[in-house]
T-cell receptor, first 114, second 112 residues
């Protein structure tokens, strides 16, 4: 597509439920990133996919967080047994395979855990 | 992990004034980028800097990659109301195959 598409744009869930957030990157972008933005904070790196390489999961805050990328395109970030501190905006970005320069971000999914 | 220290955290300025914000790191960064985030949107790339000492302009925006490779600044001249938003510095401390590290942002408010 023309841009990075994320869905849903907003998600309210009860504490303890699982949620899935979806990211559809720009066609041809082999690198895909997930970041988390808490209120008033910067962007916290979560996970990075590059082509067929093993993902860099070094930013995932706990084992309740996981992500997969199917067919080198769409990615799903899953949060199990959500906690209130998981409330944040989850941003997805993609970039060309030439390196990490100039990421294009989606508009994010605002997750609220009540 | 690597961290970027961005300042100021917030700014309130009059329309027409110039703005300056900066980012520092204790480690050498190979690339510096500046992004702007509007409410409800993802960050959008404004300027990318790839070489130490590089000075780049994009309209009313000017950014520089510090000689020490540990800092960068962004200037906005003659601010207008649509400059309102959060500005983030970001950088690669390693090769381009490592994810960008972001500062905590500078929230800019412009008073007409």
């Amino acid at each position: 597509g023309a841009g990075v598409s994320q869905s849903p744009s907003n998600k309210v869930t009860e504490k303890g439920k699982d949620v899935e957030l979806r990211c559809d990157p720009i066609s041809g972008h082999t690198a895909l990133y997930w970041y988390r933005q808490s209120l008033g904070q910067g962007l916290e790196f979560l996970i990075y996919f590059q082509g067929n390489s093993a993902p860099d999961k070094s930013g995932l805050p706990s084992d309740r967080f996981s992500a997969e990328r199917t067919g080198g395109s769409v990615s799903t970030l899953t949060i199990q047994r959500t906690q209130q501190e998981d409330s944040a905006v989850y941003l997805c970005a993609s970039s060309r395979p030439s390196g990490g320069y100039g990421y294009t971000f989606g508009s994010g999914t605002r997750l609220t855990v009540v | 992990g690597q961290q970027l220290n961005q300042s100021p955290q917030s700014m309130f300025i009059q329309e027409g004034e110039d703005v300056s914000m900066n980012c520092t790191s204790s480690s050498i960064f190979n690339t510096w980028l500046w992004y702007k985030q509007d409410p409800g949107e993802g960050p959008v790339l404004l300027i990318a800097l790839y070489k130490a000492g590089e000075l780049t302009s994009n309209g009313r925006l000017t950014a520089q990659f510090g000689i020490t490779r540990k800092d960068s600044f962004l200037n906005i001249s003659a601010s207008i109301p649509s400059d309102v938003g959060i500005y983030f510095c970001a950088g690669h401390w390693n090769s381009g195959n490592t994810p960008l590290v972001f500062g905590k942002g500078t929230r800019l408010s412009v008073i007409a």
